[in-house]
Protein backbone atom coordinates (compact mmCIF):
# COMPACT_ATOMS: atom_id res chain seq x y z
CA UNK A 1 0.00 0.00 0.00
CA UNK A 2 1.43 3.24 -1.07
CA UNK A 3 1.69 6.03 1.89
CA UNK A 4 -1.34 7.79 0.26
CA UNK A 5 -3.31 4.77 0.45
CA UNK A 6 -2.54 4.37 4.20
CA UNK A 7 -2.84 7.86 4.81
CA UNK A 8 -6.52 6.96 3.16
CA UNK A 9 -6.88 4.05 5.07
CA UNK A 10 -6.32 5.46 8.93
CA UNK A 11 -8.39 8.36 8.16
CA UNK A 12 -11.14 6.24 7.32
CA UNK A 13 -10.17 3.61 10.13
CA UNK A 14 -12.27 5.96 12.81
CA UNK A 15 -16.14 5.34 11.52
CA UNK A 16 -17.66 8.09 13.60
CA UNK A 17 -15.01 10.93 13.28
CA UNK A 18 -16.46 14.23 15.54
CA UNK A 19 -16.61 16.85 13.39
CA UNK A 20 -17.23 21.04 14.48
CA UNK A 21 -19.50 22.35 11.41
CA UNK A 22 -21.08 26.00 11.46
CA UNK A 23 -24.52 26.13 9.67
CA UNK A 24 -26.18 28.33 7.43
CA UNK A 25 -29.67 29.21 9.56
CA UNK A 26 -32.21 30.53 7.23
CA UNK A 27 -36.15 29.49 7.80
CA UNK A 28 -35.09 26.96 10.22
CA UNK A 29 -32.09 25.92 12.68
CA UNK A 30 -28.39 24.61 11.34
CA UNK A 31 -30.64 24.54 6.61
CA UNK A 32 -27.31 23.31 5.69
CA UNK A 33 -22.97 23.19 6.79
CA UNK A 34 -21.01 25.91 5.08
CA UNK A 35 -18.02 25.08 7.45
CA UNK A 36 -16.08 22.30 9.42
CA UNK A 37 -13.62 21.59 11.05
CA UNK A 38 -11.79 18.40 10.88
CA UNK A 39 -8.22 16.94 12.89
CA UNK A 40 -7.58 21.09 13.22
CA UNK A 41 -7.87 21.48 9.54
CA UNK A 42 -10.80 23.81 8.44
CA UNK A 43 -12.60 23.27 5.60
CA UNK A 44 -15.79 25.77 3.55
CA UNK A 45 -17.88 24.00 2.24
CA UNK A 46 -18.15 25.25 -1.67
CA UNK A 47 -21.19 23.22 -2.75
CA UNK A 48 -24.26 21.10 -0.87
CA UNK A 49 -24.26 17.51 -3.56
CA UNK A 50 -26.75 16.20 -1.79
CA UNK A 51 -28.88 15.77 1.35
CA UNK A 52 -31.28 12.93 2.73
CA UNK A 53 -33.18 12.18 6.03
CA UNK A 54 -32.60 9.09 8.15
CA UNK A 55 -34.80 8.29 10.93
CA UNK A 56 -32.85 9.98 13.51
CA UNK A 57 -30.19 11.86 10.97
CA UNK A 58 -29.84 14.40 8.19
CA UNK A 59 -26.80 13.60 5.98
CA UNK A 60 -24.81 16.22 3.89
CA UNK A 61 -22.43 15.28 1.10
CA UNK A 62 -20.62 17.69 0.40
CA UNK A 63 -17.70 19.20 -1.59
CA UNK A 64 -15.36 21.10 0.49
CA UNK A 65 -12.40 23.65 -0.51
CA UNK A 66 -10.13 21.10 -0.76
CA UNK A 67 -11.66 19.22 -4.05
CA UNK A 68 -12.95 16.07 -1.66
CA UNK A 69 -16.11 15.21 -1.23
CA UNK A 70 -17.25 14.47 2.55
CA UNK A 71 -20.34 12.79 4.13
CA UNK A 72 -21.52 15.13 7.18
CA UNK A 73 -23.98 13.89 9.18
CA UNK A 74 -26.06 15.37 12.05
CA UNK A 75 -27.91 13.37 14.89
CA UNK A 76 -31.07 15.25 15.38
CA UNK A 77 -32.38 12.64 18.04
CA UNK A 78 -31.12 15.28 20.10
CA UNK A 79 -30.75 18.86 20.88
CA UNK A 80 -27.29 19.51 20.47
CA UNK A 81 -27.39 17.77 17.08
CA UNK A 82 -23.76 16.08 17.12
CA UNK A 83 -22.00 15.72 13.56
CA UNK A 84 -19.65 13.30 12.77
CA UNK A 85 -17.93 12.44 9.44
CA UNK A 86 -19.69 9.79 7.85
CA UNK A 87 -17.56 9.53 4.69
CA UNK A 88 -14.70 11.06 2.78
CA UNK A 89 -13.09 10.34 -1.35
CA UNK A 90 -10.27 12.25 -2.00
CA UNK A 91 -10.87 13.57 -5.42
CA UNK A 92 -7.95 13.26 -8.02
CA UNK A 93 -7.72 15.20 -11.10
CA UNK A 94 -9.86 13.90 -13.90
CA UNK A 95 -12.45 12.52 -11.79
Do not use: H
Request: aromatic share 12%; net charge neutral.
Amino acid sequence: MTAIGRSRASFLANAEMKVEVACYSGYKGDERPVRFRLRDQDYSVEEVLDQWYGPQDVFFKVRANDGNVYILRRCSATPEGQWSLESFRGMRPGD
